[in-house]
């Protein structure tokens, strides 16, 4: 793991100013103390970042939990939901123990893209606003309805109006565009003129401006107010430090509410974990492959220290993970060492952190919402048929304008469908051939498969033979045959009769002229299926 140093470190630092401000803004947009966040930031880091498969994963506080904590918080009181964060751990590792982690592989590669894709632009739209000091919102709130009942595209429209208007935070956008200067030209530039731009990544230098900006800003018309600068809680003493953390209520482990709670937390953040998971491995450029149910076990271990702690629940995050990918990370090492950088600066530097403008960190934001986003991958997406392009565009559309969770389940929902219509078009082929003696020959090939979605495509094609045909039909490419189609052909048969349309059933078992049953043909109890394997 320490071979890796070299890339690991600097990119823990990018992830770092990174999950910072996203720490902080996902406690309050969950109605929960600031430092519950940087709490669940610190454990995701260094205890999930140890335990966990995945070499590049970065986890910490979701925004997709934000609304489910808000809401818990308000009916429970914070000391009772810690319970069920704690009791959520543990229910993770159940999952865990019952190899529920396949369940990742599950979810079709258009809608990972699509998932990609719709966080990377929710993550530019929600920037833009802090870019130039206008959004007091919390920076973690990635959903489409905001705590102020304004919504993304609002909050959008005010920035832009009043970029118009020339009413922005002058000093907040001069920051910014000397932070995305910077960036740029570190990335494109500087990176290839030696090891020392390598190391020294652009995020930390135009950090490191944005703050010699404030200080010297104070008193001159560029002063950026403190509703756009980071705000850690500063502790006035070890003890007011230590009085931050909050502790677990298990006296009312006995209320059914923090069960429902518990069970929701676990569900909800072992999908977005194993989503994120198939997302970040799809992003390696190295391709390693997670083991899915050890980063349950992982993120279960987590989240029950992080509820005894005083922390929000933990998941892994599609953010953080990007950016740490981006940054060159190679190991799980830089995601333990950004957990300590919260750590060490939470204790120490606080102060200086409070310096920090957030319209710098919203420039570093933006490039990772960019690679995210790129719009070279809509058109790869496009190319590849509708098939593809459907799922994935409607899963960005469902995240951009409701949340993650809802965008992944649409998604979801249209990649199924369009799975049944490729069942139903592809049940059977038809071969029309030549009429000789008086009759239609026609062909009918079953695929390897035929299953009850397939019903309505072979009924109708059944269905609408002429009279006076000879069907050949032929089963002998198929493995599994539903019952449901063996009734079918069944009815069939007695209607054939009637139609004067003789039938040859071609199978591995031989030919058979008029099968007086396909029921009694395949020796098949009620109700049962056949391998023709």
Excluded at 29 to 55: C, N, R, T
Excluded at 134 to 142: E, V
Aim: hydrophobic residues 50%; contains cysteine; aromatic residues 10%.
């Amino acid at each position: 793991m320490f071979k890796t140093l070299k890339n690991d470190l600097p990119a823990s630092v990018v992830v770092f100013f990174v999950a910072l401000p996203l720490c902080l803004g996902i406690a309050l947009a969950s109605g929960a103390p600031l430092f519950s966040g940087l709490i669940a930031g610190i454990i995701g880091g260094i205890v999930v970042g140890a335990l966990s498969g995945s070499k590049i994963g970065v986890s910490g506080p979701a925004a997709g939990l934000a609304a489910i904590v808000f809401t818990a918080i308000q009916d429970l009181g914070y000391e009772s939901f810690l319970v069920a964060v704690v009791l959520g751990g543990v229910i993770q590792l159940i999952f865990g123990l019952l190899k529920a982690g396949v369940i990742g592989y599950y979810f079709p590669s258009s809608v990972i893209k699509g998932m990609l894709t719709g966080i990377g632009i929710i993550i530019i739209l929600k920037q833009i606003p802090h870019f130039f000091g206008m959004d007091k919102d919390p920076q973690g709130d990635f959903a489409f309805l905001q705590i102020d009942g304004e919504n993304t595209f609002t909050e959008l429209l005010k920035a832009i109006n009043a970029l118009i208007s020339g009413n922005v935070s002058v000093g907040a956008t001069v920051v910014a565009l000397i932070a995305m200067v910077i960036l740029l030209l570190w990335s494109n530039v500087l990176s290839k003129k030696g090891k020392f731009f390598q190391i020294v990544q652009g995020p930390l230098v135009a950090v490191a401006v944005g703050i010699i900006f404030y200080v010297l800003t104070l008193d001159t018309s560029l002063n950026i107010s403190m509703d756009h600068l980071v705000a850690v809680p500063v502790p006035d003493d070890f003890d007011s430090f230590l009085g931050q953390f909050n502790f677990p209520e298990f006296g009312a482990i006995t209320n059914p509410a923090i069960w429902v709670t518990a069970f929701t937390i676990a569900l909800v953040a072992s999908l977005e974990t194993l989503l994120c998971v198939e997302a970040t491995d799809k992003l390696d450029p190295h391709k390693n492959v997670t083991p899915t149910n050890k980063e349950l076990f992982a993120q279960g271990t987590g989240n029950i220290i992080s509820g005894l702690i005083g922390g929000l629940p933990i998941t892994q995050v599609i953010v953080r993970s990007s950016a740490n990918i981006q940054s060159g990370g190679r190991s799980k090492l830089s995601a333990i060492i950004h957990g300590f950088l919260l750590l060490i600066s939470v204790i120490l530097i606080p102060t200086l952190l409070n310096k920090i403008p957030l319209s710098v960190l919203a420039a570093i934001l933006f490039i990772v919402g960019y690679k995210l986003a790129k719009p070279a991958l809509f058109k790869k997406m496009y190319d590849l048929g509708w098939k593809q392009f459907i799922p994935f565009t409607v899963t960005v559309l469902g995240i951009v304008f409701i949340d993650l969770l809802y965008g992944i389940g649409l998604g979801l929902l249209v990649g199924i469908i369009v799975i049944l219509l490729k069942s139903y078009q592809n049940s059977h082929f038809l071969h029309i051939q030549d009429k000789s003696n008086g009759k239609h020959r026609i062909k009918m090939d079953l695929a390897e498969e035929v299953t009850f979605f397939n019903k309505g495509a072979i009924l109708k094609e059944l269905d609408s033979l002429p009279r006076d045909t000879y069907l050949e039909l032929d089963v002998t490419k198929t493995r599994y045959l539903d019952h449901d189609i063996i009734e079918i052909l069944d009815d069939f048969a007695f209607k054939a009769k009637e139609r004067n349309i003789d039938i040859k059933l071609i199978s591995k078992r031989g030919i058979v002229e008029n099968p007086p049953s396909f029921i009694e043909f395949f020796q098949l109890r009620p109700k049962s299926n056949i391998s023709l394997s």
